[in-house]
DNA sequence: CCTTGAACCTACAGCTACTGTAGGTGTTAG
DNA sequence: CTAACACCTACAGTAGCTGTAGGTTCAAGG
């Protein structure tokens, strides 16, 4: 018993990089596994357990910080599952704000587009557009600030 | 004539901040402009309407190396503007990629909320679904890059 | 003329969440 | 035994800025 897996194979458990494993270790998000006597990570089931927990917070866009409190909160099984929920629900407003500014950008850009009928640059409404266009209030606030997904 | 601003009016000019023309001087977006006797720039209404256009091309979310190529395209007036569409409409496309895989994550992460009745961590869907639910391979992708604001 | 405070200067560190590289060591199959 | 591959550390780089430290310059008021 007592399977453990060297780095690699825990990637591959958990779909991710290996430098990224070494990365969660060396920012407190997974716990320093023992090492083989040749100095090799040995990661337990738990282990990887945890690194899956992780990439499918992220790959749901949560921060790196909003899964470290829900890993701790984790640990507390008996206690009340709200505080859970309020970062769920934070990570869930999040998303639907980016969603709505994406949108506002899809509307300006296609309206930019459309306006073009081609021909020379001097007439491009594209760059007419970017040039004298003052972007609307809506376009300064910092709503996207950024993405998900491992490249 | 000839008015010419401090680094500071013309941050003001364009909503950026100070640093961020420096910054934008460092990489090579904007021209080093002239100096004054005490060694402050002075920037030309020229510079800060280039500075405007690449606030405007940001806040519409196009990246660096696109308001870069706009910039140059917008120097020659003559050729026909199929480059400049090419890069508005990658930039929608990109835009439009977002939203979808936002709107993924949304139905992702409602469905979770909506599992959850309260309760005890123990019993919380959401740490649950985090622990156990693999995520589609559409959460594999890297759709979602980064986005665009000024904070 | 002198001072004060704001605005400017350079250079560099920091943010997120990784990813890639260099240069070296451990492990395993043939 | 050796080749190939996985692993190790340490550090640099990505995008697009933002913030800081430590020092000048400038404009206005006394």
């Known amino acids: 018993m ?6 690699g194979r825990a990637a ?12 969660y270790e060396q920012i407190g998000l997974l716990r320093r596994p023992p090492r083989s006597e040749g100095n090799q990570r040995l990661f337990a ?15 749901l866009g949560f921060p790196l910080q909003a899964i470290r409190d829900l890993l701790s909160l984790g640990d507390e099984p008996d206690q ?10 934070a990570q869930l407003g999040d998303v639907e704000e980016r969603i709505e500014y994406l949108q506002a950008l899809r509307r300006e850009l ?5 306006q073009c009928r081609g021909g020379r640059i001097a007439d ?7 040039s004298d266009h003052a972007p609307g209030e ?8 950024s993405g998900v997904g491992s490249p």
């Open 2 to 7: 007592a399977t453990r897996l060297t780095i």
């Open 124 to 130: 491009c409404r594209v760059i007419e557009v970017l």
């Open 45 to 59: 089931h738990e282990d990887v357990r945890r690194l899956a927990f992780i990439r499918h917070a992220r790959a």
């Open 110 to 114: 296609k309206r930019m587009i459309e």
């Open 80 to 89: 009340s599952c709200e505080a859970v929920d309020a970062i769920a629900r």
């Open 12 to 23: 591959e458990a958990a779909g991710c990089k290996v430098q990224t494993i070494r990365y």
């Open 138 to 145: 809506m376009f300064d606030r910092t709503v996207l600030r």
